[in-house]
């Protein structure tokens, strides 16, 4: 056979070596141990003291701690009033561009991840500049009050402008990298065809197809607001990040709890949600 094809069959011996499974597990291990070693050593800081041994106390003391319900709450809300408005506002222009406009994504590309070189120092002073000039200026007009509820300490809404605005870069990334993965123009093409209204080709033929982009930027913006500290701070607000700082100051071992909790929330929140693409794509 091998005379018939002038192929001659590849020994043993002159196979290219298959490089060895080891290396993967050292790296994992390595990986493993960056990643666990900080989390394993918070968490026995804060169940172990040398006078009262192993305990468990700093957990129980958060469902007691003062503010501890109020600036969760509070960052919650943030976070899902960021996530609606900053996919309102991204989905339909892109979606807008790449039907209408192609010739402007490099533009867009650029508008969007320009926050990523703005130091965040820099963009919270330029916001309270502009929140202190605003009120002298606006004060005779009858747009000073919507200035004043904007910063209502219950919920501040120029927080959720802000984080809007810092969280762009990463939510454009994932949309564009859903939106690479599927033909546009041909679905909503053939929907309108159909005689489908522009809401009903957004919300029942793009939005299911981008079900995974979708969740990845809402979890990262969730992630981004839980965790945010120099805006909010600067601006004289205490959401759950501030909250922690300003606890650690008199109760260490609490504030690494409370972060060591809102650390595993994330994660388990991520797994909850890769666990339930996984099965929909094996589908």
Same mark, same amino acid.
């Given at each position: ?7 001659? &069959? ?30 394993? /050593? ?59 406009? &192609?010739?402007?994504? &490099? ?31 606006? /004060? ?52 309108? @065809? ?14 299911? @197809? ?74």
């Amino acid at each position: 056979m091998a005379a018939l094809t002038g192929l001659e &069959p590849v020994s043993a011996a002159t196979r290219p070596p298959t490089r060895p499974r080891v290396w993967r597990g050292a790296v994992f291990l390595l990986a493993a141990a960056y990643f666990l070693v900080p989390l394993c /050593a918070s968490l026995w800081y804060t169940v172990y003291t040398p006078t009262a041994g192993v305990s468990l106390a700093a957990y129980g003391e958060l469902i007691t701690a003062d503010g501890f319900a109020r600036s969760l709450s509070l960052s919650l809300g943030l976070a899902l009033a960021t996530i609606v408005l900053v996919l309102l506002l991204a989905l339909p222009a892109m979606l807008a561009v790449r039907l209408f406009a &192609p010739r402007l994504r &490099p533009l867009m590309e650029v508008l969007c991840t320009l926050p990523l070189v703005v130091p965040p120092i820099t963009f919270v002073a330029g916001i309270g500049t502009a929140l202190r000039d605003g009120a002298d200026v606006l /004060a005779p007009t009858p747009f000073w009050a919507t200035l004043i509820a904007v910063q209502d300490r219950a919920f501040p809404v120029v927080l959720v402008l802000a984080y809007v605005v810092l969280v762009l870069p990463f939510v454009y990334r994932s949309l564009d990298a859903g939106l690479r993965t599927m033909d546009v123009r041909t679905l909503v093409e053939a929907a309108r @065809n159909l005689g489908a209204s522009w809401p009903y080709v957004l919300f029942r033929v793009i939005v299911p @197809n981008l079900r995974s982009a979708l969740a990845s930027a809402s979890f990262l913006t969730l992630a981004l607001v839980l965790g945010e500290y120099t805006v909010a701070s600067l601006l004289g607000y205490e959401p759950f990040a501030v909250w922690i700082v300003t606890v650690s100051g008199s109760r260490g071992q609490l504030s690494v709890a409370v972060s060591i909790l809102s650390l595993l929330l994330i994660w388990l929140l991520l797994l909850a949600v890769s666990t339930v693409f996984g099965r929909e794509r094996r589908k």
